[in-house]
């Protein structure tokens, strides 16, 4: 009996003793459900006793079944067996694999049963229906499979290689960068002729590289004057070295031009505000057009004087011999430990 051919395909002996007695007259479909009936409360029990998800291969109880139904039952019935089979466990999500995975399964599955690939198209169709395979791509894993194949993945592919990235493309781009800083990444991928994601990818990935903006700096200044500079910097801390009370009688000058007002900046105009009161508003203001040059001497104490440039006034050299003299006056009166010790 087709029962007795299903039954006897069933690994577990609970399940088989219990389909056994049942009626002569059960129909294949009853079996059939008291079977995936028995599976799914099996794998609840077990679940409950390990605390994980269990999972059925279809290839094992199922399998032996459809094997012994195949010798006895005719191709219309089995495939209407096996593409209920499939259905449920896809509906179960029994089968954790994608569609065209399960599908050369089956299609193996075919092949060590001796089924030939007509049929096995054709169960293929009555399973999955629109998601079959195409009759190409099923004929050409059947050949495969019976020439020995066992793996149903698709086998790694080396791909086409990379004309972009060699080593021979990485240098000379970099040393199109090295000779020009500011070159873009098309004014590259144009020269050499690759392409833009391939020459970002360069730039990036293989040389390390980003795009940033000049940093802002009082004055840039030549190697002569940074020379300059630093021998008057080594000179003055071999100066203190010798003379500790050096630098506390010293007194500089700076030079400044100074607004009549100076607009305020975003977050010195930032206030609080309540959730309900609307966000304030401000005027947009420029720069104050009158301006004077303040002149502006110091010492490690504090200011020793201070001189505004009169108005209409030309700066030249009476100018500063009049601010030295007024210098030399604020320093008698201000710093007279200075004065007095002509230091």
């Given at each position: 009996?087709?029962?007795?051919?299903?039954?006897?395909?069933?690994?577990?002996?609970?399940?088989?003793?219990?389909?056994?007695?049942?009626?002569?007259?059960?129909?294949?479909?009853?079996?059939?459900?008291?079977?995936?009936?028995?599976?799914?409360?099996?794998?609840?029990?077990?679940?409950?006793?390990?605390?994980?998800?269990?999972k059925?291969?279809?290839?094992?109880?199922?399998?032996?079944?459809?094997?012994?139904?195949?010798?006895?039952?005719?191709?219309?019935?089995?495939?209407?067996?096996?593409?209920?089979?499939i259905?449920?466990?896809?509906?179960?999500?029994?089968?954790?694999?994608?569609?065209?995975?399960?599908?050369?399964?089956?299609?193996?599955?075919?092949?060590?049963?001796?089924?030939?690939?007509?049929?096995?198209?054709?169960?293929?169709?009555?399973?999955?229906g629109?998601?079959?395979?195409?009759?190409?791509?099923?004929?050409?894993?059947?050949?495969?499979?019976?020439?020995?194949?066992?793996?149903?993945?698709?086998?790694?592919?080396?791909?086409?290689?990379?004309t972009?990235?060699?080593?021979?493309?990485?240098?000379?781009?970099?040393k199109?960068?090295?000779?020009?800083?500011?070159?873009?990444?098309?004014?590259?991928?144009?020269?050499?002729?690759?392409?833009?994601?391939?020459?970002?990818?360069?730039?990036?990935?293989?040389?390390?590289?980003?795009?940033?903006?000049?940093?802002?700096?009082?004055?840039?200044?030549?190697?002569d004057?940074?020379?300059?500079?630093?021998?008057?910097?080594?000179?003055?801390?071999?100066?203190?070295?010798?003379?500790?009370?050096?630098?506390?009688?010293?007194?500089?000058?700076?030079?400044?031009?100074?607004?009549?007002?100076?607009?305020?900046?975003?977050?010195?105009?930032?206030?609080?505000?309540?959730?309900?009161?609307?966000?304030p508003?401000?005027?947009?203001?420029?720069?104050?057009?009158?301006?004077?040059?303040?002149?502006?001497?110091?010492?490690?104490?504090?200011?020793?004087?201070?001189?505004?440039?009169?108005?209409?006034?030309?700066?030249?050299?009476?100018?500063?011999l009049?601010?030295?003299?007024?210098?030399?006056?604020?320093?008698?009166?201000?710093?007279?430990?200075?004065?007095?010790?002509?230091?």
């Amino acid at each position: 009996m087709m029962r007795d051919r299903f039954v006897a395909g069933i690994k577990s002996e609970i399940l088989q003793k219990k389909l056994l007695q049942e009626d002569d007259d059960v129909t294949l479909d009853k079996v059939f459900a008291v079977a995936i009936s028995f599976e799914l409360a099996e794998i609840n029990t077990r679940e409950l006793k390990d605390n994980s998800v269990a999972k059925i291969s279809p290839d094992i109880d199922l399998g032996r079944a459809l094997t012994l139904l195949a010798q006895k039952v005719s191709w219309e019935q089995l495939s209407k067996v096996y593409g209920r089979i499939i259905g449920v466990l896809d509906r179960l999500r029994f089968l954790p694999i994608k569609k065209k995975m399960d599908q050369r399964t089956c299609i193996k599955f075919c092949v060590k049963n001796e089924i030939k690939c007509v049929d096995a198209f054709r169960m293929l169709t009555v399973a999955y229906g629109e998601a079959t395979l195409d009759r190409s791509n099923v004929y050409r894993w059947y050949k495969m499979f019976s020439e020995g194949r066992e793996d149903v993945n698709d086998e790694e592919r080396a791909g086409r290689p990379s004309t972009s990235t060699t080593d021979e493309k990485i240098n000379e781009v970099e040393k199109m960068i090295l000779a020009n800083r500011r070159i873009t990444v098309r004014e590259v991928s144009e020269d050499l002729n690759i392409s833009i994601g391939s020459c970002h990818s360069i730039f990036i990935n293989d040389l390390g590289m980003r795009r940033v903006a000049a940093k802002f700096v009082p004055k840039l200044l030549n190697c002569d004057q940074k020379q300059h500079r630093m021998n008057i910097a080594n000179e003055m801390l071999d100066s203190v070295r010798d003379d500790p009370n050096l630098l506390q009688r010293v007194i500089t000058g700076d030079e400044a031009w100074v607004y009549g007002y100076d607009v305020e900046t975003k977050a010195q105009s930032s206030q609080w505000k309540l959730p309900h009161e609307p966000r304030p508003k401000k005027a947009r203001q420029v720069r104050s057009n009158v301006k004077v040059l303040l002149t502006v001497f110091f010492d490690c104490r504090g200011v020793v004087h201070h001189k505004f440039l009169p108005q209409g006034r030309t700066v030249n050299k009476e100018y500063y011999l009049q601010v030295m003299r007024n210098l030399r006056e604020a320093i008698r009166q201000k710093r007279p430990d200075l004065w007095k010790n002509k230091n």
